[in-house]
């Protein structure tokens, strides 16, 4: 295992912050982080979360023969792997001295404190007993793994059903679950591993040490007992020396953890039976919160419109009538009206402004006409004979510029004629040439 050391200034804001008793998580000196059981859908499979560390625990069964110097009694064995998946710092296909050393006060904390009956496993005498692998996987490392791996442990293995057998003369008979319920492990007591971290050679204690404060720890002391406060085994490492009352402060403090770990645990295992019982959901699906949307289809749900209009009159019913007080409409110009407050309008401007315009437009259309009527007179050489020629072209609308008759000019007057006034204009002078040509003949 191959971790990056710390800088020193890293390591020494630890140690000032456990000096002056105050941890990363803000937990006090002898706080546990907080512990999360989940159960698999099969027996024997659980995941514990204790703060960010978790571990994986399933727990499998198989009929073998027995040991010889012990032919009736049932075999346990324990088997914890450290993935680089934990922690990048784990070699994989490499037993580290820390894995060594796990797996040991694994088997000594669980196995050699006879926690669980082994002769209840054996199915004959010296032939077939059976065969309990309890199986342990890291998925992520935050520290205190030994804590977490044992509590897995023992968790998996009071949820674990074995399958029944009968045995008559030399056969023997396994059932599956459907055919016969699952037998559960005769559990005598739940052992659970209490790790205390020192620091400054044992003048600082701390419970549950988290990844960073077990890099700049001076010594290790794990503790595992059971509710009764009895200890299973100890085991102090690190190279530190510790004092008679050091031990058995730590012992008093790891019964109450114990204590409070257990119930935990025992709670958890009763909730599940209950849920399992019940019929209800179960498993990693619903122990783990869902976090985000899994599915696009929603099922519809049903909704009663028979009483629809029974409760629409009784909302009308109880709904305040409408005031009687009407706003007057507020007449700003003429031909407009505005009702409460807002911004003033220009209708009544744009409506004058459009009139004025017509009124234009008419004056300049009798013009036209009356040099139309100019023209049908006996003096038709007067068109044209002003400084500027009408000339009109094949586009719907353009600018005619009229001069009036007078010798000097007083107004000139712009109009915009449409193409049916074109036409009219094209009708009118149509009979004009006609004429010239029978007075040339005369």
Request: hydrophobic share 35%; with cysteine.
């Amino acid at each position: 295992m191959k971790e990056t050391p710390l800088s020193n200034c890293e390591r020494r804001f630890l140690l000032r912050a456990i000096e002056e008793k105050k941890r990363l998580d803000g937990r006090q000196t002898y706080d546990y982080r907080n512990i999360k059981i989940s159960f698999g859908t099969d027996y024997g499979c659980c995941i514990v979360e204790l703060g960010k560390t978790r571990v994986l625990g399933q727990v499998s069964c198989e009929l073998v023969s027995p040991k010889l110097n012990r032919a009736t009694e049932g075999i346990l064995f324990f088997n914890l792997e450290l993935s680089q998946m934990a922690a990048p710092a784990f070699e994989p296909g490499r037993q580290s001295d820390l894995l060594v050393k796990l797996n040991r006060l694994l088997e000594r904390c669980l196995r050699n404190s006879k926690c669980i009956d082994t002769e209840s496993l054996c199915v004959v005498a010296g032939e077939k007993v059976w065969q309990i692998r309890v199986d342990l996987h890291l998925l992520n490392h935050d520290g205190n793994i030994i804590d977490a791996a044992s509590i897995a442990a023992i968790v998996a293995l009071s949820h674990f059903r074995r399958p029944d057998v009968s045995v008559q003369g030399d056969e023997v008979t396994l059932y599956t679950p459907e055919e016969r319920d699952p037998v559960p492990l005769s559990i005598h007591h739940m052992p659970i591993c209490v790790s205390f971290a020192f620091f400054q050679q044992g003048t600082y204690l701390l419970v549950d040490p988290n990844e960073r404060e077990e890099r700049v720890m001076d010594g290790l002391l794990v503790i595992a007992m059971n509710k009764h406060r009895e200890i299973c085994t100890i085991q102090s490492s690190g190279g530190i020396m510790l004092l008679k009352d050091q031990v058995l402060r730590c012992s008093k403090i790891a019964g109450v953890k114990v204590a409070e770990i257990t119930e935990l645990i025992q709670k958890a295992l009763e909730n599940d039976q209950k849920v399992r019982k019940e019929g209800g959901k179960f498993g990693f699906a619903e122990s783990i919160a869902n976090q985000r949307i899994t599915a696009f289809k929603m099922e519809k749900a049903p909704i009663d419109t028979s009483d629809v209009e029974e409760k629409a009159e009784e909302i009308i019913a109880e709904a305040e009538p409408p005031s009687e007080v009407v706003s007057k409409p507020v007449l700003w110009t003429t031909g407009t009206a505005q009702i409460g407050e807002g911004i003033e309008n220009f209708w009544g401007d744009l409506e004058d402004s459009g009139k004025e315009d017509e009124d234009e437009g008419g004056s300049d259309e009798a013009i036209i006409l009356d040099s139309i009527k100019m023209d049908t007179g006996v003096e038709v050489t007067n068109i044209g004979s002003q400084d500027a020629p009408i000339v009109l072209s094949d586009s719907e609308e353009e600018e005619m510029i009229i001069l009036e008759p007078d010798k000097n000019p007083k107004k000139i007057r712009t109009q915009t004629i449409s193409a049916k006034q074109e036409k009219a204009t094209n009708q009118v002078k149509k009979p004009v040439k006609k004429r010239k040509k029978k007075r040339a003949a005369n």
